[in-house]
């Protein structure tokens, strides 16, 4: 079975510029998160969907947004970038809610320059 | 909202000898504990989990325990081995909402 996809994996931006990454979830699986990862600080909680809602949001401004597909894809972006936008940004799939195991795939490194 | 806070934020050991990674919670009405594993490169995966109705759960050489009480919880690894070497991420989550809360994560380097 495939595990959770992600692309770009890595990615540089300028600042002012938007971003969108894609995370296909493991197939079968609904629920997809996604946490913004940046030394020091863990992960963030960033927001959740499922059945192409959004289900969840986490404390980060508008400026990070996203949307889900019929077919449980996730893509996630990120308008007038910011250097601390700098992070590297996980997907995480779920087979159901409520969301207990998180299964994450390698991340997309963005770099804001 | 749930604050996770993780430590010892880098831990070295010897292999062969045990880690301990503590963290705490704010939010009494967390009911889910999992530790995640990260590799260099590589995403987050689940190493062990234990829910609030349970004091302890052991998994070979991983063992995590919880005291609600106190809202904190650990992980035990016994006979460590270089790979074991990660950074290591706990989280804490409520059952029926989603946003799982990650401690900042404590690098664990086993010398050989």
């Known amino acids: 079975k495939a595990g959770v996809t992600q692309t770009p994996r890595y990615l540089i931006k300028t600042r002012g510029q938007q971003v969108t990454l894609s995370c296909s979830p493991i197939?079968?699986?609904?629920?997809v998160s996604w946490y913004q990862q940046t030394p020091g600080q863990g992960l963030q909680f960033l927001f959740e969907?499922?059945?192409?809602?959004?289900?969840n949001k986490g404390n980060f401004p508008g400026r990070f947004s996203g949307r889900q597909f019929s077919n449980s894809r996730s893509e996630m972006n990120v308008s007038t970038l910011e250097l601390g936008d700098s992070a590297l940004y996980l997907c995480?799939?779920?087979?159901?809610?409520?969301?207990?195991?998180?299964?994450f795939g390698e991340g997309s490194r963005l770099t804001v320059l | 909202g749930e604050n996770v806070e993780q430590h010892p934020s880098t831990l070295s050991v010897q292999e062969g000898d045990s880690a301990v990674i503590k963290c705490t919670y704010s939010?009494?009405?967390?009911?889910?504990f999992p530790w995640y594993k990260q590799e260099l490169g590589k995403g987050p995966q689940l190493i062990i989990d234990i829910r609030s109705n349970v004091g302890e759960k052991k998994d070979q050489r991983i063992a995590v325990t919880l005291n609600k009480t106190a809202k904190h919880f650990s992980l035990h690894i016994t006979e460590t081995q270089p790979e074991d070497s990660a950074v290591y991420f706990c989280?804490?989550?409520?059952?029926?909402?989603?946003?799982?809360?990650f401690g900042a994560g404590t690098r664990l380097t086993v010398k050989p």
């Open positions: 995480a799939s779920s087979i159901r809610r409520p969301v207990e195991e998180l299964f």
């Open positions: 989280a804490a989550g409520v059952k029926g909402n989603n946003d799982m809360r």
């Open positions: 969907y499922f059945s192409e809602t959004q289900r």
């Open positions: 939010d009494s009405a967390s009911n889910y």
């Open positions: 197939s079968g699986h609904r629920s």
